[in-house]
């Protein structure tokens, strides 16, 4: 596989396709591409490829960037920096929540459309479907909305 390096640092790999193309784009922009069978991420240093870890643990609310590398007891591993990305992904989480309550409540409001004519003072709702339609108006004050299930719809 083809392994493209910036400034020592591993960006990417090519492990199908031409390679050709992939080392003429590495040149272009001043990286170096470098054939290597190791399937961990190296460092590039002194044009040798060395193995490097990553000295952080995953958290999806800290952002980090990687900033170099660095040898330690004998072995290369990242220099980073952290970000404390938590309010963003709340922010998200919100805008995806506001959504699917838009979505949901389309939603509802159509099961409730495909039953107004039982409504009609010329048709007589049975309980269970006066249940299930009440339950389908009762869905927004849900403690879990949007999360929630819909009630299944009684046989007429």
């Given at each position: 596989m083809l392994k493209i390096f910036d400034d020592g640092i591993f960006m990417r790999q090519l492990v199908h396709g031409d390679t050709n193309v992939a080392?003429?784009?590495?040149?272009?922009?001043?990286?170096?591409?470098i054939e290597s069978d190791n399937i961990n991420e190296e460092v590039l240093v002194d044009g040798e490829l060395h193995e490097v870890s990553r000295p952080w643990t995953y958290d999806e609310n800290t952002e980090v960037t990687i900033?170099?590398?660095?040898?330690?007891?004998?072995?290369?591993q990242y220099t980073y920096t952290e970000r404390d990305i938590t309010a963003e992904n709340e922010a998200k989480e919100a805008e995806r929540l506001a959504e699917k309550a838009v979505n949901e409540r389309a939603t509802r409001n159509q099961l409730l459309?495909?039953?107004?004519?039982?409504?009609?003072?010329?048709?007589?709702?049975?309980?269970?479907?006066?249940?299930?339609?009440?339950?389908?108006?009762?869905?927004?004050?849900?403690?879990?909305?949007?999360?929630?299930d819909f009630p299944t719809k009684p046989e007429e």
């Open positions: 080392k003429q784009e590495a040149d272009a922009n001043g990286w170096s591409a900033t170099g590398f660095e040898l330690v007891d004998g072995a290369y459309a495909e039953t107004d004519f039982y409504a009609l003072s010329d048709v007589t709702m049975s309980d269970a479907m006066k249940t299930y339609r009440q339950a389908l108006r009762d869905l927004p004050a849900h403690k879990d909305w949007p999360n929630v």
